[in-house]
């Protein structure tokens, strides 16, 4: 979880200067390593920008070698200094996707970042309270700080920036890696190693702007210890993303765990709608999950999710923008932090599903897949757990669901029933998972219907929609033509 860049290190990983003494001015060269901290593994592939307030001196601008080295030279020794330090991402021209921003973040963190907020577990670490704070205002919430985790681990979409007092984004806080000027821990070794409710980095003057890209920091010849930084990945309270070489003492480690999944033999005859029932055979002492399928849109459409029999389950726990590529999530967590079991044959949730074409083998219809995410289930101190997923078949419809006409052209209603009066969010999106659209309406119980006449702009083409209460949840297909 943490990166250390530090001038000076008591493990002889340093930075230092070296000055050159003329009459009249005195430079400074730095030779430093990016490393983890708590070890000696240097950290290559990280860029560290330095500009002096001379106009006169040039910036440095420095990727750390495999070691996790860098050389600026030619500073002023004793002056203001500009830096960013940044690891390049992993889209076109260094842009950070969801690859970099999930890397780390799993559903046991929102477990801890839960424990924290409920005072069972307080996170102590001054680092992991700073992982937590996804939006930066000192105070970690489920709203602000859970919910868009979940939403990033869902592959719904991406945590907003941080923001400014007039609600403008702080500049670099809109990056999955964050870093603190080691002149703070430097000078505040409790707040940010023990912190307390009175002693954590959130009282360290400048809070977040301190993590902004570009701030500046005054260099004294007489002071080289408080010049590096620390990295902070947002969200992963644990310390397992793919730099930390296994830092944190409570990451899962045990990945030889393997969830053991099997699949029904029946036949489903095109235009059957069927419950897909995710039963449990070995769920033992679990805190919390997360599940990855391909799940083929060629062969079934998903018409709306059900929860089963674990405590806490909502809508929210599902991730259903990307199934125009085969792709479905899940994750829970316990709502208390504490760990449950199941009986055997009890149920996790359910699908709502329609046969698009006759489905002899559902092998090729539903398959769990740790490329779309990992499947993992954990025990309360993190390590991983082995479960048993099954399912099994219900062919019964269980709220009518769809949209008219089918095609359609500027105008469709979108059909559906309720079990109680309820608030509802109604979404559609695209084949790659984008939002086009949201309305929020109140609607009655029983059958309801919700025209969209807001099309413009959009292409032809498929358009899914999600219907989405705090209990129930729809989902369609419909095709808009000319």
Same mark, same amino acid.
């Given at each position: 979880m ?5 001038i ?6 340093? /930075?230092?200067f070296?000055f ?15 490393q ?13 920008? /330095?500009d ?21 030279s ?7 200094i ?17 690859d970099?921003?999930?890397?780390? #973040?799993?559903?046991?963190?929102? #477990?801890?970042?839960?424990r924290?907020?409920? !005072? ?10 700073l992982?937590?704070?996804v ?22 979409e991406l ?8 609600d ?6 809109d990056?999955?890696?964050?870093w603190?000027?080691? @002149? ?16 954590t980095p959130?009282?360290?003057?400048? @809070?977040p @702007?301190?993590?902004?890209?570009n701030?500046s ?7 080289t210890?408080?010049?590096?930084f ?6 992963? #309270?644990?310390?397992? !993303?793919s730099h ?7 990451? +899962?480690t ?8 099997s ?5 489903i ?10 039963r ?26 059900e929860?089963?029999d ?11 923008t ?16 504490k ?10 949730f ?32 993190g390590?991983?757990a082995?479960?048993g997923?099954?399912l099994?078949?219900q ?14 052209? !500027? ?23 984008k939002v086009?659209r ?8 029983? @059958?309801n ?7 413009e702009? /959009? ?9 989405? +209460?705090?209990?129930?949840l ?9």
């Open positions: 943490f990166i250390h860049l530090s000076l290190s008591f493990r002889m990983l340093a /930075l230092f070296v050159q003494c003329s009459p009249s001015t005195s430079f400074a060269q730095f030779l430093g390593f990016v983890f901290e708590g070890t000696t593994t240097g950290m290559g592939g990280v860029n560290v920008f /330095l002096p307030a001379d106009p006169n001196t040039d910036p440095c601008d420095e990727t750390t070698n495999f070691l996790g080295g860098f050389a600026c030619n500073f002023i020794s004793a002056g203001s500009t830096a960013d330090v940044t690891i390049p991402g992993t889209g076109p021209g260094g842009s950070f996707t969801f970099d921003w999930d890397d780390g #973040v799993t559903t046991f963190d929102l #477990v801890l970042i839960t924290h907020i409920l !005072n069972t577990q307080p996170l102590e670490n001054g680092y992991r309270l992982a937590a704070d939006n930066g205002d000192t105070a970690i919430t489920t709203g602000l700080d859970i919910i868009p985790l979940r939403k990033l681990i869902l592959n719904i945590p907003p920036p941080v923001l400014d007092s007039l403008n984004p702080i500049a670099g806080l990056k999955p890696w964050r603190v000027p080691e @002149y703070l821990p430097f000078g505040n070794p409790t707040f940010f190693a023990n912190s307390t409710g009175t002693q959130f009282t360290v003057g400048g @809070y @702007y301190y993590l902004a890209t701030w920091f005054n260099v004294f010849a007489s002071n210890l408080d010049n590096g620390d990295g902070v990945k947002v969200g992963d #309270v644990s310390g397992n !993303n930390s070489n296994g830092f944190a003492g409570n990451e +899962t045990d990945r030889s765990v393997l969830m053991n999944f699949t029904p033999t029946d036949f005859e095109e235009g059957t709608v069927f419950h897909l029932i995710f449990t055979d070995n769920f033992r002492d679990i805190v919390g999950y997360q599940m990855g399928f391909n799940l083929s849109a060629l062969d079934v459409e998903v018409l709306g999710v929860p089963g674990l405590p806490g389950f909502s809508p929210d726990n599902f991730g259903l990307r199934l125009g590529q085969d792709e479905f999530r899940t994750l829970w967590i316990d709502p208390e932090g760990s449950r079991s199941l009986e055997e044959g009890q149920s996790l359910t699908l709502r599903l329609k046969a698009t074409k006759p489905i002899f083998d559902f092998s090729r219809v539903i398959s769990r897949s740790d490329e779309i995410l990992q499947n993992e289930f954990y025990h309360p101190e390590n991983l082995e479960a997923i099954y099994d078949i062919k019964q419809a269980s709220g009518l669901v769809g949209n008219h006409p089918n095609p359609f052209t !500027n105008e469709t209603s979108l059909t559906f029933e309720l079990e109680e009066p309820s608030a509802a969010v109604v979404t559609i999106y695209d084949t790659q998972g086009l949201t309305w929020r309406e109140f609607f009655e119980g029983g @059958y219907e919700f025209t969209i006449t807001d099309f702009g /959009l292409a032809n083409g498929i358009i899914f929609f999600i219907v989405a +209460t705090d209990t129930q729809f989902s369609g297909k419909m095709i808009k033509v000319d």
